[in-house]
Each structure stands twice: as structure tokens, then as C-alpha cells.
Nanobody, 128 residues
């Protein structure tokens, strides 16, 4: 059974850092486009970052560019989201999601409806 499990969330002060992990089971992550999304209370789910399956190309939403870094460790079947210089507005539940498998993609998108598989989410709270 294909499963994604996020971890690494928590409470951090403004300016701090967290590293989120997205571990896959039941499939090989390197054949999938992986996206990180977040949803704050009362807001729609938004795309944060994604990495393609063919070339490892990445995309970031403008509000996190320069602060967040997405990476994948194929040996560990895990994708990471390193978050630095965190701000209170980064507070949300963070989800990883996957799409693909049969076809390798050179690009990725930050549209939630394009993704087929989702993790359960991990809470990130940025507050002093």
C-alpha cells in the first residue's frame, strides 16, 4: 500500500529552522513528483515547493523562496523540506504529496488537485 508519512514539525521561534521529512512506503519516491503543501486555519491549501521526478527540478512559492529548500534522498526514500528564517505566517499544517510513477516528469506544479497521494500532515507553529 502506497503511504506517505510526514514528520519534523513543531513549535519554533521566529527566525528559527525546522526540517520536515516525507517518508514513503509501498513505492519508490524517485519515480514520483513530490510536493509540499500547507494549510493554515481558515485558508485554502497552498503549494509550497515541489521537485520533479526526472531532473530534480524544483519550484518554490514566492513567499518561501530563499528560505526553504526541498531535497530528496533516494537511498532513504525520503523527501525533505528545510525551512529557515521561519515567520509566524509560515504557521500551518504541512503535507507532502506524490503524483506519477509510470512517467517521469521534468517539471512539477504546486496545484494540490494534480497530486494523487497525500500524507497525514505535520503541524508547524512559528511563535515567540
Amino acid at each position: 500500500q502506497l503511504q506517505l508519512v510526514e514528520s519534523g514539525g513543531g513549535l519554533v521561534q521566529p527566525g528559527g529552522s525546522l526540517r520536515l521529512s516525507c517518508a514513503a512506503s509501498g513505492f519508490t519516491l524517485d519515480r514520483y513528483v513530490i510536493g509540499w503543501f500547507r494549510q493554515a486555519p481558515g485558508k485554502e491549501r497552498e503549494g509550497v515547493s515541489c521537485v520533479s521526478s526526472r531532473d530534480g527540478n524544483t519550484i518554490y512559492t514566492p513567499s518561501v523562496k530563499g528560505r526553504f529548500t526541498i531535497s530528496r534522498d533516494n537511498a532513504k526514500n525520503t523527501v525533505y523540506l528545510q525551512m529557515n528564517s521561519l515567520k509566524p505566517e509560515d504557521t500551518a499544517v504541512y503535507y507532502c504529496a506524490a503524483v506519477g510513477g509510470s512517467q517521469l516528469f521534468s517539471l512539477c506544479v504546486l496545484t494540490p488537485r494534480e497530486y494523487d497521494y497525500w500524507g497525514q500532515g505535520t503541524q508547524v507553529t512559528v511563535s515567540s
